[in-house]
């Protein structure tokens, strides 16, 4: 199956089309390699916007912690909290554009003082108030993304933090 997939960070485009295999295992290191390789170039150069992010300046490499910690900056109390708090670390921390919903289960389990089994059993309808709430998207069939509004929020939040 081929498949096809553009990124643009402010001036720099990538576009691949082709196999699954290679896209799921090799594009994110030879996108980050090329963007490497770009940096001393760019130096001097206007920074490319993170798209989504607001006014703030917290670009995503400086969210950090893990998702625990994340979730503790937001207070997280309710499966949903602990969800968000999971694709803030996925989003904002990884810098993640998408990620699938067994990536987001995986990072909610990580924080075993949050997690509570029923999350998982309900994960569908976590997902579902999230994206009524206009905090997540759902760009493709299984992948996940925050929406523009929710990372402003989240950055603002943390930044509080």
Known sequence: MTNRIRVRAGNIEVEYEGEEDFLKGQL???????????????????????????????????????TANIAARLDARTGPDLALAAAAHLGLGKGLQTFSRKALLQEMKSTTQYYRPSYSANLTRIITSLTKENKLNEPSSGNLSLTAAAEKELRVKLAES
């Not at 920074?47 to 006014?55: L, R």
């Open 28 to 66: 994110q290191e030879a996108v980050l390699s090329f963007l490497r390789a770009l940096t001393p170039l760019s130096e001097g150069l206007e920074k490319p916007a993170v798209a989504g992010a607001g006014s703030t300046d917290i670009p995503s490499s400086e969210i950090q912690g893990t």
